[in-house]
């Protein structure tokens, strides 16, 4: 089992960048498919980017968005460049112990509590 706290959230002026952390308490942090994923007012919460347990695969929805980890400090990072206000969301984390890099949030057994992200334009 794994806990994840989202911290880096905040207020960024469009165009502007935001580095998102995802913290992972226990041991077995490298073994886990981590995904980043949005939620906003009024709306499904929609994939983001995901990466491998060992960093080598990623996938993004968004080319203005990078997806990184290091399990050395059992953290997983987004960075957001370019921001713009139709990324205002409220931002998650996600673990999975599947292989495969899934943007179908049904697939992530474990979730942080988020951090919002607001763009202002």
């Known amino acids: 089992q794994v806990q994840l706290v989202e911290s880096g959230g905040g207020l960024v002026q469009a165009g502007g960048s935001l580095r998102l952390s995802c913290a992972a308490s226990?041991?077995?942090?490298?073994?886990?498919?981590m995904g980043w994923f949005r939620q906003a007012p009024g709306k499904e919460r929609e994939f983001v980017a995901a990466?491998?347990?060992?960093?080598s695969r990623i996938s993004y929805a968004d080319s203005r968005f990078t997806i990184s980890r290091d399990n050395a400090k059992n953290t997983v990072y987004l960075q957001m460049d370019s921001v713009k206000p139709e990324d205002t969301a409220v931002y998650y984390c996600a673990a999975t112990r599947l292989s495969w890099l899934s943007a179908d949030k049904r697939n992530y057994d474990y979730w942080g509590q988020g951090t919002p992200v607001t763009v202002s334009s």
């Open positions: 226990g041991r077995s942090f490298s073994s886990y498919t």
């Open positions: 990466i491998s347990w060992g960093g």
